[in-house]
T-cell receptor, first 112, second 115 residues
């Protein structure tokens, strides 16, 4: 089965600084990868997805992620953090039955 | 509003009870799912279901069972509740074709507390 690992359970950045959330995957086949965001007491919202097309994927709210096969990575970035970006972020990979396997999540904190 | 909805939002119950959580989607999707999010925010798939196939995560106890009265609903029944069942349960749905293929749309979650 395919899996993902998120490095860093907590990331803290200053408002306006670069956001980098790390995700590495393990897969024996070309993976379908996703980033979801969860705001407090809410469900998950899709930020972006990689489905074997362009390796640089742009998502909502100014986020993007780059698929790097050589590094088995799919890191999430945003050039300038906003206070409203504070949330929990989950990387996920699609498995059999279209079920998602999630990483452990990264809590992003944005300091004023 | 087109969405995935869940009821109830909060559920507090005693150990040993049987309870159900309802999920409905009006997105016209063919496949629905249940996920469990524990106190450390870890998310785990429990079930995947469409009108042809039910896929069960092997780690899910058989006290948990999904029931689908129609394509738009996938309810979660839990028998003999245990303390460890306390978690937030998310329902999701996805289409099997179209531009949103592979995307899962999540409900707001049901926070289950077992006392």
């Amino acid at each position: 089965a395919q899996s993902v690992t998120q490095l860093g359970s907590h990331v803290s950045v200053s408002e306006g600084a670069l956001v980098l959330l790390r995700c590495n995957y393990s897969s024996s086949v070309p993976p379908y990868l996703f980033w979801y965001v969860q705001y407090p007491n809410q469900g998950l919202q899709l930020l972006l997805k990689y489905t074997s097309a362009a390796t640089l994927v742009k998502g909502i709210n100014g986020f993007e992620a780059e698929f790097k096969k050589s590094e088995t990575s799919f890191h999430l970035t945003k050039p300038s953090a906003h206070m409203s970006d504070a949330a929990e972020y989950f990387c996920a990979v699609r498995n059999a039955g279209n079920m998602l396997t999630f990483g452990g999540g990264t809590r992003l904190m944005v300091k004023p | 509003d087109t969405a995935v909805s869940q009821t109830p939002k909060y559920l507090v119950t005693q150990m040993g009870n049987d309870k159900s959580i309802k999920c409905e989607q009006n997105l016209g999707h063919d496949t629905m799912y249940w996920y469990k999010q524990d106190s450390k925010k870890f998310l785990k798939i429990m079930f995947s279901y469409n009108n042809k196939e039910l896929i069960i995560n092997e780690t899910v106890p058989n006290r948990f069972s999904p029931k689908s009265p129609d394509k738009a609903h996938l309810n979660l029944h839990i028998n003999s509740l245990e303390l460890g069942d306390s978690a937030v349960y998310f329902c999701a749905s996805s289409p099997t074709s179209g531009s949103s293929y592979n995307e899962q749309f999540f409900g707001p979650g049901t926070r289950l507390t077992v006392l």
